[in-house]
């Protein structure tokens, strides 16, 4: 909406039927939820990515995709040597982690960046600033002498991988958002199958089940097919589930069209073909990307999505593409995004 951050987490709290200035609390403790990490009063949650560092500049946000094997290993290192009472870092999936902090509200006024947003730009006018970025500035300083000679990053360094040079603190949060039940709004029963901590948390907050389902990564290794079998599957007893993929944003963040090319046509070839040939008499399908993240920018962006709606109700309205400029051309636009699961389920 307006006034807000083209993010993931408002895109997603807005395609799963709810407003997002209503709703929207921050990112940190949503994936929190997702780990199954306490928030007590007084906590703050920040997002800690492991990002690597060259000559001063953003060299990768992701730390070169690292493997949760490795990265889990690095948080434990900085777990055990930066934290304390009041300090404690969680390991989550690849270069996503959760730093927690006790008694340190004023954090939430820290001015931070996305490191996603800043590929190949030097880091200095970016760090935490304002009231409170003391500290998140202090750890993320000290993470350098932590990770530089671990284990891990000398095995990358010798395979030819990026390593993790440093962590990096943004999307602080100190409170779960407090979502009425899915099933309690739209009368539906819902799961919902996710690589990301992000929309798994949600899932959990607004009372979705979550699926596990082999082979869901939040990369372009996810295995398209399965997920869309399980989901299939979570129809016998759900009435909605959602499939969320995270491959063609992460080849976007990347810059990289070809990667971005080819999740696309297996999200279509793989997940989306699937569907429709399951039941097509009573399966009504939304397809959608939450948020616009072009090559150019490697970033989110604030501009209207295409959509499309398919199955009984639904009629044909001329496009022929999946497209931005062809849904514009069509001219159904839906102003306020969280009324795209009203338009899906007829309510």
């Not at 083209?6 to 039927?17: E, R």
């Not at 209207?304 to 001219?331: I, Q």
């Amino acid at each position: 909406p307006p006034g807000m951050e083209p993010s993931s987490a408002c895109a997603c709290i807005s395609v799963l039927g709810y407003d997002p200035k209503v709703y929207y609390r921050g990112r940190g403790a949503i994936e929190a939820k997702s780990l199954g990490i306490p928030i007590d009063d007084g906590d703050v949650v920040f997002r800690c990515n492991l990002v690597a560092i060259r000559d001063g500049k953003m060299w990768s946000y992701s730390s070169g995709y690292i493997s949760t094997h490795e990265a889990q290993a690095l948080v434990t290192a900085l777990d055990e040597t930066l934290g304390s009472d009041k300090i404690h870092f969680y390991p989550g999936v690849s270069y996503r982690h959760i730093c927690k902090l006790k008694g340190r509200e004023d954090t939430l006024l820290a001015t931070c960046t996305p490191p996603h947003d800043i590929p190949d730009k030097p880091i200095g006018e970016f760090l935490p600033s304002g009231q409170g970025s003391d500290l998140l500035r202090d750890l993320m300083k000290r993470s350098e002498a932590v990770l530089r000679d671990h284990p891990v990053n000398i095995e990358r360094r010798s395979r030819g991988d990026i390593p993790a040079t440093m962590i990096w603190l943004f999307w602080g949060s100190g409170q779960v958002p407090d979502m009425p039940p899915f099933k309690q709004i739209y009368g539906l029963s819902a799961a919902m199958t996710s690589g990301v901590d992000l929309l798994r948390g949600l899932a959990r907050i607004v009372g979705m089940d979550t699926l596990d389902i082999a082979g869901v990564t939040d990369g372009l290794d996810n295995d398209y097919a399965a997920q869309a079998v399980g989901a299939l599957q979570a129809l016998e007893n759900h009435d909605l589930v959602v499939i969320h993929i995270e491959a063609p944003d992460e080849a976007a963040h990347a810059g990289s069209i070809d990667d971005k090319i080819e999740a696309i046509q297996r999200v279509d070839g793989e997940v989306v073909s699937q569907l429709r040939s399951w039941q097509p008499d009573s399966l009504r399908i939304l397809v959608m990307p939450d948020h616009s993240t072009p090559i150019e920018t490697q970033t989110h962006a604030p501009d209207p999505v295409p959509f499309m709606l398919w199955g009984p109700g639904f009629t044909a309205n001329g496009a022929e593409r999946f497209t931005e400029s062809e849904a514009k051309n069509v001219g159904f636009f839906v102003e306020k995004g969280y009324n795209i699961m009203s338009k899906l389920i007829g309510v």
